[in-house]
């Protein structure tokens, strides 16, 4: 749908820029995902996009390609141009400086050092500004990066993966290829794209799981110039880890969350023990999320069992889910997808709103999002 | 795809013979759903499709349409054209009388009494005959009739509604509304489009069902024009049903299916008992399908809880499978969508091959066929 306060240039220059913002997807974090596109004469003049936190950010290289051009140009960027020195100077600054004249970002940057800190130091330099393009196009971008700046918790994806009568491992626990190889090379991009993957000890000791991302496996071609590791974090409320297992062979940073440390392994340098308060003897786990944040952890892929994803679901720390489903019939005997408590009315029920469904091999994959209540 | 030993104009005139035949699909049975299309230089001269059982066949209301103009026209049926005498004269016979000069037909009829010998009257009176043209389309526009009248069975389609997580109610019971009031609407063309719904005693009492068609909640204009309501089939192998239930206010037909006769009360008279040998004291499940097929009953839509659901799909009896899915998460603690016996083996498992997906209001639908070992 068109916003009539813009035109139908401006929608599709600022679409290219998205287009441009989601090449970083697998790269830019803690940074956000950001395209810039810049246009003179109804022609695009300079374009890029944000790669990697401490390098250029997008206006950066679009105003490299423009030059001396783009003086008099207009700017399409999919978030606020920043206002203040982090690793890079403002980029406010380097618009002023290169003789903009015209600045529309998608939408304001949620980021308390910025905040719409950027549009007025661009506006008192005589530059006309706007925002409110593409929006939730720009939003999407960004879901683990926006949450955290306006909530302090990561945005957490929950991963599931069941038969069509919902059911993860038959009574005696077998489990194995449930869903397809294709299901499971698209869990390779869910993990690509995050910046945590968040388990739980009985998961990764039962399926002897690395948690690691299989960049062979992944489809898409912008992944293959990553190679960027999300951190593993994993809760062992109950110390039940060992250095042994798969998880510790492959070398890439792991958190531990425990109640209290343990001391009685040696375990290798990439491996932290993070001590998380108790609650019922257990990891806390709003305070596990928002030490996470603390972290700049944007994106967390939840891959764990009936569990630790349903306490999760109860501490209303989910926001979205992605269900594999694979088509087989496994029966009431077989292992439930999710634990959660007996509600006594549906009224007390989660419910979610489907947002995307589509197959997948033999599979169906849906993305859902948590309604709040 | 199109099949290169037809023209592309053959697969267009036999692509509106299939949207014609569909046209009758609430009304036809126990008849198979026939659409025509006569051409003459290229044009569209007469089309019909078959309405109702014992009413005139679809080439019968394209050949009247097309008057004298038929002689040397091409026919498009969806199904071989019938060689034999039953309510009304066989339909080769009214091509060859007409002067028709070629038919083709989608597929063969597998009625034992025709089953080729329609396209080799045609052939006898010198009629150029071909068939093989959009048969899955045609095969799908008779789904229950080609089944029966291949193997003497109805073709079963299971149709279940649960949470994301396969839960059907609390546990407690509560489940009402689970789905949207647009599954539910759906749920209605189900069954208009079936000869049979098929239930448990159980489930009748528990929802004191009526699994009559609600003709008002359809979408479908074809539909409007129906009032057929599906028999109602309901297995009661302990004679628990009585007759102040819901079900039996409703007037049309409902057959009991039991192992014994229940003569303690009176019953309306739409309603019959049939006797079915039983097996470990419950109706024979295999038995009553055969006997609702004697009974001509093509497609029988399965409404039935966890357990017949399950019994069903163990007798190899479910063709397919419609799962209604709500956005709702119930828990481990809630009831499961099917109950099937407890598997050791991921290979035991029943396997489905999903067809269609689709959202409907804020749930999803999808048809999975049950693949055969």
Chains 1, 2 share one sequence.
């Not at 997008?58 to 783009?70: I, S, T």
Request: proline content about 4%; charged content about 25%.
């Amino acid at each position: 749908m068109l916003d009539s306060r813009f035109s139908e240039r401006d929608h599709f220059f600022m679409s290219r820029a998205i287009e441009l913002a989601k090449q970083g997807r697998f790269t830019t974090t803690p940074n956000p995902n950001v395209g810039c596109v810049l246009v003179k004469d109804n022609q695009i003049i300079g374009e890029g996009f944000h790669i990697q936190a401490g390098g250029p950010h997008a206006e950066v290289h679009a105003l490299k390609m423009a030059g001396d051009n783009a003086k008099g140009a207009t700017a399409y960027v999919t978030l606020e141009p920043c206002s203040h020195y982090g690793r890079t100077p403002p980029c406010a600054e380097g618009l002023i400086n290169a003789g903009v004249s015209r600045v529309i970002a998608a939408m304001v940057d949620p980021n308390p050092e910025v905040a719409g800190r950027g549009l007025k130091m661009l506006e008192d330099a005589g530059i006309e500004t706007d925002f409110g393009l593409l929006t939730n196009e720009a939003e999407a971008l960004n879901l683990g990066f926006l949450k955290r700046m306006r909530t302090n918790l990561p945005y957490v994806r929950c991963k599931l993966a069941a038969s069509l009568d919902g059911k993860t491992a038959l009574h005696n626990g077998e489990s194995k290829w449930i869903t397809s190889s294709e299901s499971r090379r698209v869990v390779q991009a869910l993990r690509a794209e995050s910046c945590a993957v968040l388990s739980g000890a009985d998961t990764v000791i039962i399926d002897n799981a690395k948690l690691n991302v299989r960049f062979d496996e992944l489809d898409e071609l912008d992944a293959k110039h990553s190679t960027r590791q999300p951190v593993r974090v994993i809760i062992d409320s109950q110390n039940r880890l060992t250095p042994e297992l798969a998880l510790f062979q492959q070398e890439s940073k792991i958190i531990i969350a425990r109640t209290k440390l343990d001391n009685s392994h040696t375990w290798p340098h990439f491996v932290e023990q993070v001590i998380v308060k108790a609650t019922n003897d257990k990891v806390d786990l709003p305070a596990l999320m928002a030490m996470l944040a603390e972290r700049s952890i944007n994106l967390v892929l939840l891959e764990a069992g009936a569990t630790l994803a349903g306490k999760m679901f109860e501490a209303n720390l989910v926001d979205e889910l992605v269900l594999f489903m694979a088509p087989k019939l496994m029966g009431h005997t077989s292992k439930s997808l999710i634990n959660l408590p007996a509600f006594d009315a549906m009224s007390q029920v989660p419910e979610l709103e489907i947002k995307t469904l589509k197959h997948v091999g033999q599979d169906i994959c849906l993305h859902a999002l948590v309604k709040r209540n």
